[in-house]
């Protein structure tokens, strides 16, 4: 990039500008805005302020509302915006909670709507005042006790201090990042729909070995049961309850309170140690007298603990090594009995097979819930368990085949994104200077 660094650069005295191009001009915000509060009226989209994107262009739906005011009645207390507007949340602007409006519409009235007062790009501004310098800035200027309680009001943010090169100059600047923005943003998307893929390809590869097998060879029957289809003709089916030597929910009810937790003794294990498979996190614990209180619910390796609210197929095996603990009432522990591998059916219960039974089985209630009558009716295939083990270890490699790749996607990614923002970075303060490259572009 410093074969594009403009021809000479002078200090602008203020810490977070450092050095711009020597034709840029320095100015305060209140110069190029002015702050503005119309009211709304029903006939107006309510628009959304998001630290990723800026500010939307559609309406709001219901579950993004804010909930400062009701929707129906009270939207005439939200702002009136309009294309080019610089809409800002105080209470995260030093997140980058702000963005240029493009279309007509209305604001949560707890944020801070500024009006160009001239032709300024407001787009320009929005991404000068994402760079990293200039989040640190507002950070500094807004006011509050904590993280979660600063603030930036209008009377701070009017006063910071911005270099602009001139209007036409700002256009340039405008179109070429929006030119180079959008090939990087389709090749983020491109990776993430190859992710998409790479999850799906590997919920099929599952799905199909714990149904049908490794041996595409084998002679096949009817399982009798819709979701799986056919099975091989030595495997059985059985519902999970008969390959159980137990299967028992957490204590309910006054049997476990949060004030019954120590902060030492046995670890009382929950979803969030299964959702991720960490029984490394986590610091609850009850004391010795609790733990013999409660020992119907101690868990033992091998153990499948289940994730029983919201989260189907939220399943992990209680490892080697792990502490000794008890289950808390948002798992179901299943003890697998000597007919079925915990990790082959670890790996089925997580698969798209039996997801299929689970919503199917719970079905009506409020939110995803599974209870021990929902899990042991669920329909397992049974292999011999030397063919258990082989499917769980092939799975277990592919697993590790599809993450290698998803990995990899997840890092080209995040290097797109550095990339992206690196480059809107050094174009906007003056870093680089793009006015060839557009018109090249546009000769071309």
């Known amino acids: 990039m410093s074969s594009l660094a403009y021809p000479s650069y002078r200090d602008t005295g203020v810490e977070w500008l450092g050095a711009v191009p020597s034709h840029w001009q320095v100015t305060r915000l209140n110069s190029l805005f002015r702050e503005v509060s119309e009211p709304g009226s029903d006939d107006l989209p309510v628009l ?13 739906a219901d579950d993004e ?56 790009s407001t787009v320009f501004i929005e991404r000068l005042l994402r760079t990293p ?24 943010f009017k006063n910071i201090k911005v270099a602009l090169p001139p209007p036409e ?11 180079e923005t959008a090939k990087i943003d389709a ?25 049908k097998g490794l041996d595409p060879s084998i002679p096949m029957k009817d399982s009798g049961v819709e979701w799986l289809g056919q099975v091989p003709a030595h495997w059985e089916v059985m519902p999970a309850k008969n390959l159980a030597d137990s299967i028992k929910a957490g204590p309910f009810g006054s049997a476990l309170t949060k004030d019954m937790y120590s902060s030492a003794g046995y670890r009382v294990y929950g979803q969030e140690q299964v959702i991720p498979g960490d029984f490394s996190i986590g610091d609850y614990y009850v004391s010795s007298d609790k733990y013999d209180e409660l020992s119907q619910y101690r868990v033992e390796v091998g153990d499948l603990l289940v994730s029983c609210v919201g989260t189907f197929g939220k399943i992990a095996i209680f490892p080697q090594g792990a502490e000794p603990g008890i289950i808390n009432p948002r798992l179901i522990r299943f003890r697998p009995n000597n007919q079925i591998d915990p990790t082959y059916l670890c790996v089925l219960l997580r698969s798209a097979v039996s997801f299929e039974q689970f919503s199917y089985l719970s079905r009506g209630g409020t ?78």
């Open 65 to 120: 509302m804010d909930r400062v005011v009701a929707r129906s009645e009270d939207r005439s207390k939200y702002k009136r915006v309009e294309p080019n507007d610089l809409v800002y949340n105080m209470m995260r602007a030093w997140q980058g909670g702000f963005g240029a409006v493009q279309t007509v519409g209305a604001v949560s009235p707890a944020y801070v709507v500024a009006r160009p007062t001239s032709s300024q």
């Open 133 to 156: 310098n200039a989040v640190r800035e507002m950070k500094s200027l807004s006011k509050g006790v904590t993280d979660f309680r600063l603030r930036l009001y209008w009377d701070e």
């Open 187 to 211: 090749l983020v998307e491109a990776q993430e729909r190859l992710i998409v893929l790479l999850k799906e390809k590997r919920q099929a590869v599952i799905s199909h070995a714990v149904t």
């Open 48 to 60: 959304s302020v998001s630290i990723h994107s800026g500010v939307s262009d559609t309406e709001l």
């Open 169 to 179: 100059e700002q256009v340039a600047i405008d179109a070429f990042l929006d030119r």
């Open 367 to 444: 939110m995803d819930v599974i209870n021990i009558g929902i899990l042991g009716e669920i329909m397992v295939p049974v292999p011999p368990m030397q063919e258990q083990i082989s499917i769980a270890g092939y799975l277990a490699e592919v697993q590790e085949q599809f993450d290698s790749l998803s990995a990899a996607s997840e890092a080209a990614i995040t290097l797109l994104q550095e990339r992206r923002a690196a480059l809107i970075a050094a174009a906007v303060t003056g870093k680089i200077d793009v006015r060839g490259l557009v018109q090249t572009a546009e000769a071309a």
